[in-house]
């Protein structure tokens, strides 16, 4: 992310929440900084999500509202530390407006909001995943669904990190070599072949729809959003889920479910894990090793039905 890419709502009784760190607590300007981002960007999320209006009412707030923005943060990459910093941050506050009569009930006070070890987030199937990146363009026609379906397309086409996708300018993509260039983490760049059916999607959004949605905000841009600008990784989200929830697939499903699909869809198909390794981006092999788990159930189920005696 790091920070959604909207301005921050109003929000009310933040600036007294401010006060009280720095006059009560003794907190330096960097720790109540930290505490203003933090809180920001829930805000932020919220309205995003359409929970709220564009005024914040901390009444309103309820526990699903926490669950999701957790749920959110463990699709970002943010080191542990960070996330439950994150989560602190916002827990501080709703037991200030709580103690000070700004809010009647505490969501916060009766959740867990700890950051446990990821999970590898949950892997669609192949055919799962074909429905998915079809979607948008047998729903709708307009320049948003072009646009989602080539995102879609290329993600799943080349496993890019959420982060990698959105960053995307028209001069990294090479519709003649049906490849894309990026910056993975590091700054270290990388090249990705793709197939030619993300290929056509690409294509068919530069050709005649990217256009459409270009505004003074655009630049080089790959993938724009419907004010003109470069998407965020919240807007991704968003697309994402719009169209998973159309084909009832899992909750579970986030921007890294792409990623983590196609990788162990190429080892299912048989591609060295060096291979993968290197599509990826991954520094060390052992990164790529967490999905040879999945491999090897997948290796059993097709032992289970191929073999005569089983």
Known sequence: MTNI??????????????????VERGYSVHTIEAYKSDIDQFATFLTCQQKLSSLIRWNRLSKENLYEFQKFLSTENYKPSTRSRKLASLKSFLGFLHRTGQIDNDPSSKISLRVTRLKLPH??????????????????????????????????????????????????????AN????LGKGNKERIIPFHSLAA??????????????????????????SRGGRITRQ????????????????????????????ATHLLQGGAPIRHVQELLGHASISSTQIYTHITK??????????????
């Open 179 to 182: 490849r894309v260039r990026c």
């Open 200 to 225: 056509d999607r690409l294509g068919e959004y530069l050709n005649s729809h990217r256009i459409k949605l270009v505004t003074d905000l655009s630049g080089k841009a790959l993938f724009l959003n």
């Open 297 to 310: 159930e997948f290796v059993r189920e097709e032992y289970e039905t191929a073999h005569p005696r089983s």
């Open 235 to 262: 807007g991704y989200w968003l697309t994402l889920k719009k169209y998973a929830q159309m084909l009832n697939l899992s909750d579970n499903i986030t921007p890294h479910s792409l990623r983590h699909s196609f």
């Open 5 to 22: 890419k909207l301005k921050a709502p109003n929000i009310p009784f933040l600036s007294e929440f401010l006060d009280y760190l720095r």
């Open 123 to 176: 892997t669609i199937s192949i055919d799962q995943a074909i429905a998915l990146v079809t979607k948008p363009l047998s729903v709708s026609t307009t320049p948003i669904a072009s646009r989602d379906e080539a995102m879609l397309q290329l993600a799943y086409a080349s496993g890019l990190r959420s982060s990698e996708l959105i960053n995307l300018n028209l001069d990294d993509i090479d519709l003649r």
